[in-house]
């Protein structure tokens, strides 16, 4: 198996749609289709179950979404350590979120003006791992949302943002001005697969225990709140599908955007793209 056929199931896989897949990997969808087809005769198994509203994983896909998103983190701390052996200067960015927020496009643009000849890799991740990938090793520098374990790490908070309840549009409670929690006692929450970050997991709970769909990445989120109702939590100020909508929460703590990396790493370029960062996220 190549890493790039993996790299594309996995991205079809939590985009759980192969036009998002596509265009998230910067591709057409027919090579994308055809990859996965290849793939699915390499296993000798179907991965996916396909329908006009868009793919579910069959347990064979399941299975293999596992090892294939362990592989791929495996290979990117091969690259890392051998690039930074060779002493090429890069700098590689997890990123947990809104990738269209106006403050990661302000950093940008900043940061590659400070260091144009740095080699910038992005690692965009899903919501099963706050830290972006720091714990394991492959990325050097995270652009995430607290709360989670900060052992070990340091974090520096660049904006705080409101948050609300993703609802369908046609649910009685989306044409409300603002919400309580308790409101939302009896409705269906996102849940995380087991092992994430406990702390992450209880605010976007909003510190209950809840029941509902696992998810590991937003479309699945807005899918859920689509098909099944189900509602849950993100920072106000993001574009949503025209048949969802949001309505604040005014009981909710903020979700604190922030920088993270490991305490003792002292590479400069992490503290350069920081103090960039504090500087893009200022509203």
């Known amino acids: 198996m190549e890493l790039r056929t993996l790299r594309y199931f996995v991205a079809v896989a939590e985009e759980l749609h192969f036009g998002r897949a596509a265009a998230r990997l910067h591709m057409s969808q027919p090579p994308l289709s055809r990859a996965v087809q290849q793939l699915e005769a390499e296993v000798g198994a179907l991965l996916f179950v396909r329908s006009p509203a868009g793919v579910a994983l069959t347990p064979v896909g399941a299975v293999l979404l596992d090892e294939a ?108 001005g603002t919400l309580r929690v308790a409101e939302l006692r009896d409705r269906r929450w996102f849940q995380f697969p087991q092992g994430t970050d406990p702390l992450w997991q209880a605010y976007w709970n909003a510190g209950e225990p809840r029941e509902g769909p696992v998810v590991r990445v937003v479309q699945e989120c807005l899918q859920a709140v689509l098909w099944s109702g189900t509602v849950g939590l993100a920072p106000l100020g993001h574009d949503l599908p025209a048949d969802l909508a949001v309505v604040p929460l005014v009981d909710m703590a903020p979700s604190r955007m922030v920088a993270a990396w490991n305490e003792r790493d002292t590479n400069p370029l992490i503290r350069s793209f920081v103090e960039s960062a504090t500087v893009a996220y200022r509203r």
């Open 69 to 176: 998103r362990a592989l791929l983190d495996q290979a990117e701390r091969l690259r890392v350590r051998v690039r930074a052996a060779a002493g090429a200067a890069t700098l590689t960015v997890g990123i947990l979120g809104d990738g269209t927020d106006p403050g990661a496009n302000r950093l940008a643009a900043a940061f590659r003006q400070r260091h144009p000849g740095i080699d910038i890799r992005i690692r965009d991740t899903d919501l099963t791992d706050p830290t972006c990938g720091l714990r394991a090793g492959v990325v050097d520098v995270a652009l995430t949302r607290a709360p989670f374990d900060e052992t070990a790490l340091t974090v520096r908070e660049l904006r705080a943002d409101p948050v609300g309840v993703v609802l369908r549009a046609d649910d009685p409670l989306a044409r409300r």
